[in-house]
Each structure stands twice: as C-alpha cells, then as structure tokens.
C-alpha cells in the first residue's frame, strides 16, 4: 500500500511517500481502508520529536513507527476474529494516537480502540477532523470543571483545538469569549460564541470582563498574562507547556493558595470519546472547521503549512479522493 514514511527526526522534508507492507489484521483488530486524514500538530511534534521528550515514547535514535497521523475515516474492509461490533462495509472515523498509522491507504486498529461507526450523513473529511483538536478541548472543559451558567475565554479561537473549544462551551451553556485575529472574526462568530475580541485591536488581557476559565488553546501566552482575567478560583489552562515548561510547576504550585490555578488536562482518546463527537456532529451542535484539503501525495506541503502557525481549525489529507 502507499503511506507517508519517516525513517528519521526532523523537518516535514524527512516525510516521503512509499509502497509499503498492508497492515495485519490480528484477532480483535479492524481493518480499515482509510479515505481521509489529517496532520495536524501532534503530527508535527511527533515527526520532529519536538519536545525531547518525545524520543522515550517513539525511539531514541530514530522513530519505531514510521507511518504517522493520528485521525482516520473510511470503510472496514476486513475484520480479525473476535470482533462483534463492526463488519466489511462499515464506515468508521477514529483516532490512533501511539500506534499511528493512519498516513496511508489502510490502518489496522483495535476494536475496542478509538473507533466508532461516523456520524450519520458526515462526509469522510469531517469525520476524520472531528477526534484530534476537539478531544485536546474536550479534556481541558472537563479538567478545569466549566460548567452551564459560567465564563469562558477562549484564545485562538481559529485553531483546531480552539474551535473546538468555542462550540463545545456552548453545548455546556457555557457564556464564551472568542479571542481571534480581524481576518477571522466572521466565521468565528458562525461557531456561536457570544462575543469575539480581535486581539489585533486591542490587547485581549486588558479586558474588563472576568471569567471562570481562559483557555489559551495556541499556547502563546502566559498564566502571568491572564492571571487577572480569572474569577477568584478561575483556572488557566494551556494547550502548551509555556515557557521553560512553566505550566507543570504551576498546577502543582498555584492550587496551594486556594486562588486563580493553573490547570493541565490529560487527554484521554477512547471509544467513549469518539462517540461523544459522533452524536455531536450528528446533532449539528459541533462542527469541525476544515481549512485546507491536500492529497496524500502532497503531504509534505501541508506539513509546511500546519507548521506556519497559520492554519483555521484543520487541514484534511484526501487518501481516497471525494467522489
């Protein structure tokens, strides 16, 4: 079959495309033709072992798992022995974070994985930008313990994560603050916040307004910034680890003063997961943005592209081509 491969850490440049072995299908495993795709910015950091870090989980020298991406949708075309809950045929969306694999024609997954039937009447592009950015959003919701009635800010509104986020506070009844560029604002407003600040007018920490959450979701600004924007008890969280890793000591630190804390949510990627956005996109309460769509071919460019810092919520790798 053919894949996006890296044999080595580095730039998107290390990626190539090439004709490699189909996955096995093992008992309780489900084979997938994969019609769509995404690289989005675990990709990045995984394909570049950028933190360091990362090199415990993949390979210190070199990556054990060459095949990357993390977000899938297509049809099952074969099923291990064991497996009840899906047949040849299905069309399933999912997410594979750890054995990867899903920058290619077919992805061998778990059953009882991160993987679900798609949302009814979804396209393959949707479904398969519906799992990376919003389950990030969804952990940092359920961390900090928004909850209806309460105030939220959301910064970077544009990115995959932060649209999430934007359209996940509103199905909690959550009042939202969506903080984004002038270039942006309208179709940030489509996603229903209930005010958007344009960052590149005014300065978004100056704000009056004081929230029960801010949520910085591109990981560009600080606790120190946005400490006095929180509620007494407000929570700041991150999608980045800050400078010098300063998000880490500050969870432990700034609970001890029964105060403003700083909060890190622990994703959790399962099959309740997927479900969770399935029913979402099926109700039309959650919608995941596409930016840009590539063909698999041309996966290095939309590393390129993902790597600006520039893309709106999600950019899609068309394995399969829509007819």
């Known amino acids: 079959m053919k894949a996006a491969v890296h044999s080595r850490y580095g730039p998107p440049d290390v990626v190539r ?12 495993d489900v084979l997938v033709k994969v019609h769509a795709t995404t690289v989005n910015r675990t990709d990045c950091g995984y394909r570049a072992a950028k933190p360091f870090f990362i090199r415990l989980l993949t390979g210190l020298a070199r990556p054990r798992r060459q095949v990357l ?47 679900a039937a798609m949302p009814e009447g979804a396209a393959f592009d949707v479904a398969a930008a519906g799992t990376e950015g919003s389950h990030y959003a969804l ?65 978004f920490t100056a704000d009056q307004q004081r929230y029960d959450l801010v949520l910085d979701a591109v990981g560009k600004s600080t606790f120190g910034r946005c400490r006095r924007l929180l509620k ?32 890190f949510g622990v994703p959790v990627q399962n099959k309740e ?11 039309g ?22 790597e600006t810092g520039q893309k709106t919520g999600n950019v899609v790798i068309e394995v399969v081509p829509p007819s």
Request: a negative charge.
């Open 273 to 283: 997961m997927v479900e969770y956005f399935r029913d979402l996109i099926e109700s």
């Open 139 to 203: 952990s940092a919701l359920r961390t900090a313990g928004i909850a209806a009635g309460q105030d939220a800010l959301v910064y970077g509104a544009t990115g995959a994560i932060g649209s999430a986020a934007v359209q996940l506070l509103k199905v909690l009844d959550v009042t939202v603050t969506a903080v984004c560029d002038a270039a942006n604002l309208e179709w940030v407003r489509d996603l229903g916040p209930d005010r958007v600040v344009d960052y590149t007018a005014q300065d």
């Open 69 to 115: 991406g993390t977000e899938f949708a297509g049809v099952v075309t074969a099923v291990g022995g064991g497996v009840s809950s899906f047949a040849a045929g299905d069309r399933v969306f999912g997410y594979n974070e750890g054995p990867f694999g899903t920058h290619a024609e077919y992805v061998s997954v778990a059953e009882d994985g991160a993987i």
């Open 17 to 28: 495309i090439a004709d490699v072995d189909e996955p096995t299908v093992g008992a309780g």
């Open 232 to 263: 007494p008890g407000g929570v700041y969280m991150s999608s980045d680890l800050g400078p010098g890793w300063q998000n880490i000591p500050l969870t432990l630190v700034t609970p001890l003063f029964r105060g403003k804390r700083v909060k």
């Open 285 to 306: 309460r959650f919608r995941p943005v596409i930016d840009r769509r590539y063909p698999l071919d041309e996966i290095v460019d939309a590393y390129r592209y993902v």
